[in-house]
């Protein structure tokens, strides 16, 4: 909620009319659906449901109204407005009042301010990858506003659709019942006579709760609070909203005055041939990809779809949301067809479909664990599951004159490096699935002086068999965090210098063909360094917890779950302060303010995979969005 011009007047709500009464409102609506990459559209039909529910709640039609508890029943409020989706655009021409706006994720943000039409004119909805708020009414002599939308995220649109009607209201007029703020825990007014004074709910639903005013309970299933069972409003708010509305000198009476309605088409309905396409978006796997499957449709309203899907299972369906199993790689045939305004539309489509090789890099299976090699006497490179990569230089090999509790190890012997020198140990390929916490842990050694070369050791991660970890960068140690001076053409010679180096991720529970790679990264030196040899040994892939003889690290400053995520998720926080997620290239998708607590984030991430961290922090944490 933005900050608004004035606010609710202190008022009695009118006693002459139960649940409302008198005139009712149009508003006028556009709703536009931003969508891409792993950003699902959703379809007409579900938006036409979006808006029976808010107009549901709007009007006090809603099923659990008969749960409200008894010291609210007889102020229940009628808020006398409805929602109706426009048929004109701002230039004249026919619309169904839902337009669909792609764009690109990882590259780029959705243009809301292009897509918005006329806000003296519509309301305007953007449903898509953001957080819900809402923009409380100006003067008509105020600036023209381009951003005076309603923002409605992806998640309370698929999780939480009572959302919608409370930032409507919003739009309307209202404040939350604890006030001009969007934090709850302090007492606060919405000057509304009807509504007790509250600190809001905290996403909970006490019924009793008389926090404020010892005796007098509060407003827990208001709509206007944080509560998760808000389904009402009251007679003082819905005359408030009416107020609103009918006041020439605020903007909302234009949007809802006749003459609009007609320009708008929402008194004269426009009509025009229906339009449609389809959304994929592929989530990979080795036994069988699944394809999820999204019908648009614009200038007419569905009224049903039906889909062909040639090899597919299902083979068809008429649910505009339709996820399709594939067990075979391979080119595949799509057929949807749109029925509305009194036609249809028909779109052929042919999609591309990968089932990839758990053992596609020419690794074995490994699926009993502990994984373990201490490279004793008879190893040698490759194995089933260890290859390394070559790279025109002295690489990876193996070491018989120095170990970890033995004569034997890899290394990378020490050599002049002129150019970026990076040496890959590939791993693989593990079914994670049995294992809670996935760790990987190895011995390294190494020596770090005045004149050594400078490098860094990384864990690199991909899981074969899904999109979803595509080979991201998973663990970072520098020479100089971990190599002690140990003197130039360094062999160690007592377990003493062996350092424990551990990762561990519970989102790696998802993959079924992991691959890791030990990369050693040695920069080009300048002749007076030296490129100090590398060694490593004891590698163990299993389950945590495993001793390394290192102290714990300290208490993470948050902590999320679930993780991996779907479209949502929960962030716990130590401290109040501002969360960073980035995505797998560095580059920041979403930030918000926390508060120390609980806090929900509906950023509604595409599949991926994202680092999270606090401003100022130097701790992090991945997710995993499914």
Not at 20 to 25: D, E, V
Not at 56 to 61: E, G, S
Not at 189 to 203: F, K, N, Q, W
Request: proline letters at 6%; hydrophobic letters at 40%; a negative charge.
């Amino acid at each position: 909620m933005r900050v608004p011009v004035g606010a609710p007047t202190q008022r009695t709500p009118a006693l002459h009319a139960e649940r409302g009464g008198g005139a009712l409102y149009l508003v006028p609506t556009v709703v536009h659906v931003h969508y891409g990459g792993g950003l699902a559209p959703l379809g007409v039909q579900y938006i036409k449901a979006l808006i029976d529910q808010c107009n549901a709640d709007l009007r006090a039609m809603g099923p659990d109204l008969a749960g409200i508890v008894p010291a609210f029943q007889p102020i229940i409020g009628d808020m006398r407005f409805e929602l109706r989706l426009a048929t004109r655009d701002a230039e004249g021409e026919c619309m169904s009042g839902i337009r669909y706006h792609a764009y690109d994720p990882a590259t780029e943000a959705p243009d809301h301010a292009a897509a918005t039409i006329d806000t003296r004119g519509y309301l305007n909805i953007h449903i898509g990858a953001n957080q819900s708020f809402a923009t409380l009414p100006a003067p008509v002599t105020a600036p023209y506003d381009h951003s005076d939308v309603i923002m409605f995220g992806i998640s309370n649109a698929t999780f939480d659709t009572h959302t919608l009607a409370h930032e409507v209201a919003h739009w309307a007029g209202l404040y939350h019942t604890f006030g001009l703020t969007n934090s709850t825990g302090t007492c606060g007014d919405d000057y509304i006579a009807d509504t007790p004074i509250t600190a809001g709910s905290p996403l909970d639903c006490v019924l009793d709760r008389n926090e404020c005013t010892p005796g007098v309970v509060e407003n827990v299933q208001n709509i206007m609070d944080y509560s998760d069972c808000g389904v009402m409003f009251t007679q003082g708010q819905a005359d408030h909203a009416l107020d609103v509305l009918a006041d020439a000198t605020l903007v909302r009476n234009g949007v809802v005055s006749a003459e609009n309605l007609l320009a708008t088409g929402v008194t004269d309905p426009s009509s025009c041939p229906i339009t449609a396409a389809i959304y994929h978006y592929a989530f990979v796997n080795c036994t069988g990809t699944t394809v999820r499957f999204r019908a648009m449709a614009e200038h007419a309203l569905v009224d049903s779809v039906r889909w062909t899907f040639t090899g597919g299972s299902p083979a068809t369906s008429t649910s505009e949301h339709t996820d399709v199993l594939y067990a075979a790689a391979g080119s595949y045939a799509v057929q949807l067809i749109a029925y509305g305004g009194g036609g249809s539309a028909v779109v052929n489509t042919t999609v591309q479909v990968d089932v990839p090789n758990a053992t596609g890099n020419g690794l074995a299976l490994v699926n009993t664990f502990p994984f373990t090699q201490g490279f004793e006497a008879g190893f040698a490179l490759p194995t089933a599951n260890m290859q390394v990569v070559p790279n025109g230089a002295p690489t990876w090999q193996v070491f018989a004159d120095a170990g970890y509790a033995s004569q034997r190890c890899l290394y990378i012997p020490a050599g002049a490096v002129e150019v970026t020198d990076t040496n890959d140990l590939v791993l693989g390929n593990f079914d994670f699935s049995s294992l809670s916490v996935p760790t990987v842990q190895v011995k390294v050694a190494s020596s770090m002086y005045g004149t050594a070369g400078w490098s860094s050791f990384v864990l690199r991660f991909r899981d074969q068999c899904s999109n979803i970890f595509v080979g991201e960068q998973w663990g970072l140690w520098q020479l100089n965090d971990y190599g002690a001076d140990h003197g130039a053409d360094y062999v160690p010679d007592n377990d003493g210098q062996w350092v424990t180096l551990q990762a561990s991720f519970p989102e790696w529970h998802l993959a079924t063909g992991a691959e890791l790679v030990l990369r050693v990264v040695r920069p080009a030196y300048p002749a007076s360094f030296t490129a100090e040899p590398f060694y490593l040994d004891d590698v163990y892939v299993g389950e945590l917890p495993v001793s390394t003889g290192l102290p714990e690290s300290p208490m993470e400053p948050f902590r999320v779950w679930p993780n991996p995520a779907t479209v949502s998720f929960a962030v716990q926080a130590e401290e109040a302060g501002v969360l960073h997620v980035f995505d797998a290239r560095g580059q920041r998708v979403w930030q918000q303010r926390l508060v120390r607590g609980a806090n929900t984030i509906d950023a509604a991430l595409a599949p991926g995979v994202y680092l999270l961290r606090l401003e100022g922090r130097t701790a992090a944490q991945r997710l995993v969005v499914e």
